[in-house]
């Protein structure tokens, strides 16, 4: 019996440390945290982010109707949370254009999804061919969620993971402007990401700014409805930005039923902006 029980606690101890899981915070208590969607068809996006990308379902909660009060899907870096409500419009229509991971093996990952029934969509996207060369010199591709929400794929032989979130995407007019908010509020540097000169980075994820050719619909009740930021310190954080003059949409609040504290903003090109403390529980 000690046997085993050796064996089984060797077994514990030697999960990867890329298991599901956020990244670590940084000085300032920051790491990233998900991206939210809109979806239409609960079971299904459950079953790609499973099936496609590696997650693990968590529930939270329960209403008056005995349904979830809060989806999300734990991955490596960031988690994806997912509200049963139509989305009003596609990611590419809003400024959160869409969200990136790497993939290790590019070719396995479409050919499944393909298999799936799901479109390898990177032609509508505006490149030709199925895959193309991304800003880092490696090979990319588009795919769309059901709903609308876009993800860039990019392919890194060097992971260690088979999937890993990896960036998120804004394009908007003002763009610079926009990454010198997010710098600025977050207490971040710009780091240039390939050929992509304005993105900056929080722990798990980059953030890219790229431009747009006409106004962009802001984010709430379109396909990616908000992106998430998870703060060690979350009430301190919010005492910080109000006195920076940042206006909450939603100001701090403790959910027991989820075991999440939370509170949102609005970024100044209308994307909606979730802070959380307790999704690194999940």
Known sequence: MRFFSALLLFCLLSVPAYSQQLASFNA?????????????????????????????????????????????????????????????????????????????????????????????????????????????????????????????????????????????HFNTEGFEDLLAWYTDVFGLEVRPRGRIATTTNVPGMNLSFGGAQGARAATQGTAIDHIGFEIDGLEAFCRRLEAMGIEFQVPYREVPAIDLNIAYIIDPRGVRIELTEGYDEY
Not at 83 to 103: L, Y
Not at 135 to 140: C, L, S
Not at 143 to 155: F, K, N, S, T
């Open 28 to 168: 300032d208590g920051l790491t990233y945290g998900h991206v939210h969607l809109n979806v239409s068809d609960m079971d299904r996006h459950k079953a790609i982010w499973v099936n496609h990308f590696g997650g693990r379902v968590v529930e939270k909660g329960r209403n008056v109707e005995g349904n979830p009060i809060l989806t999300a899907v734990v991955l490596h870096n960031m988690l994806v949370a997912l509200t049963p409500r139509d989305p009003s419009m596609p990611s590419n229509e809003t400024v959160m254009d869409h969200f990136g991971f790497k993939v290790r093996d590019m070719e396995k990952f479409l050919t499944k999804w393909e298999a799936d029934g799901l479109p390898v969509t990177t032609e509508a996207a505006g490149f030709g061919g199925r895959t193309f060369l991304g800003a880092e010199g490696q090979i990319n591709a588009f795919v769309d969620l059901p709903g609308g929400a876009r993800v860039e794929l990019q392919e890194d032989q060097g992971l260690q993971a088979e999937v890993t979130g990896y960036h998120i």
